[in-house]
């Protein structure tokens, strides 16, 4: 098993930036993709952006691609969410996810974090 651990979420004005961490614990040596999602009210989950955990490499809902950055901390097991010029577009309930499958990009989601509010006022 594998725990998720997020924090950072927060009220923001518009064109702020906020930055989220996500820790994994327990068997972590599983992972191969870590990444976020995000709900807004009505909506349905969307993804946000990942990582492979080995390499590094990163991908992004193009909704959020030239803002959003993340990043890893290999030895802390932690992943992080960058946010950059924020809009209120952004406002969601923010999941960070991990995956055991090795593939390119994540795919099926075997763990969830219990989620972070992000909200942007204009």
């Known amino acids: 098993q594998v725990q998720l651990v997020e924090s950072g979420g927060g009220t923001v004005q518009a064109g702020d930036s906020l930055r989220l961490s996500c820790a994994a614990s327990g068997r972590t040596f599983s992972i191969y993709h870590m990444g976020w999602f995000r709900q807004a009210p009505g909506k349905e989950r969307e993804f946000v952006g990942g990582?492979?955990?080995?390499?590094?490499?990163?991908y992004y809902a193009d909704s959020v691609k030239g803002r959003f950055a993340i990043s890893r901390d290999y030895a802390l097991t932690t992943a992080y969410l960058q946010m950059n010029r924020v809009k209120p577009e952004d406002t969601a309930v923010y999941y960070c996810a991990a995956s055991k499958t090795s593939a390119d990009v994540l795919g099926a989601v075997d763990y969830w974090g219990q989620g972070t509010q992000v909200t942007v006022s204009s």
């Open positions: 990582i492979h955990w080995g390499r590094g490499n990163t």
